[in-house]
């Protein structure tokens, strides 16, 4: 079931071992999560981010699919990992993630984690080069989320059998590549039936989405471009 057959949003709530943390998980909307201390608190702040997602499913032609979203509706509650607790990050897999997915289904998810790597492109193409200083990330600036956020990628690639040098994460040729060879694999094991490794290529596809959009909004949320004007 794709996000555009009904008007609701599916949401799936992993829940840290301690309780400490849940995360709402849009299913449909890879890189649609977030998480919070309570499953109430949790699904509000996915919905409040749907404005800021909205710019992720233009990107993927879908936007008028998502723009029909009236409301969320859980449908599943799974337990997560003990970084779900610490981080607040989706660590754990649900059942929908274990899914087998039709053809059509995985050029869907490839679509939309396509356009979270656009989005994260135009974005820093377009914020200040150094950041708002605060809590978040020890005040990193532009370049270190960015390097940090390609390197965490380059890792996740390795469950691919992409091997791809940090160099050529630097560039646009080698990121365009790298990305290129990212979907492929993804294709050849959804062809198998495999796992990327331990990962099923549902996470997988999420998680990297959702990376690629948290640093976003991270660039966005610390943009100093308007105080520098």
């Known amino acids: 079931m794709g996000g555009a ?13 301690k309780g400490k943390k849940v995360v709402a998980v849009a299913a449909d909307w890879p890189g649609l999560a977030r998480g919070a201390t309570t499953e109430e608190a949790a699904i509000e702040r996915v919905c409040s981010y749907v404005p800021r997602y909205a710019a992720v499913a233009k990107l993927a032609g879908m936007e008028a699919a998502f723009a029909a979203i009236a409301d969320a509706e859980v449908v599943e509650r799974y337990p997560g990992t ?13 059942s929908i993630d274990q899914q087998a997915m039709s053809g059509e289904a995985l050029e869907r998810e490839l679509t939309l984690m396509r356009a979270c790597w656009a989005f994260f492109d135009e974005v820093r193409s377009r914020v200040s080069a150094e950041m708002q200083r605060g809590p978040r990330g ?7 989320i960015v390097r940090h956020t390609l390197a965490a990628e380059q890792d996740w690639a390795k469950k691919l059998g992409v091997l791809t040098p940090q160099d050529a994460m630097l560039t646009d040729e080698g990121l365009n590549a790298h990305r290129d060879a990212y979907c492929n694999a993804i294709r050849v094991l959804h062809s198998q039936s495999n ?11 999420r998680h990297t989405a959702f990376h690629m959009l948290d640093h976003a909004w991270e660039m966005e949320d610390k943009d100093l471009t308007a105080k520098q004007a």
Do not use: C, K, Q
């Open 82 to 94: 003990g970084s779900t607790d610490f981080w607040g990050i989706s660590f754990a897999f649900s």
């Open 138 to 144: 020890g005040g990193r600036d532009r370049d270190r």
């Open 195 to 205: 796992l990327a490794r331990t990962w099923p290529l549902r996470y997988l596809i």
């Open 5 to 17: 057959v009904a008007n609701h949003m599916r949401v799936t709530l992993e829940i840290g071992p």
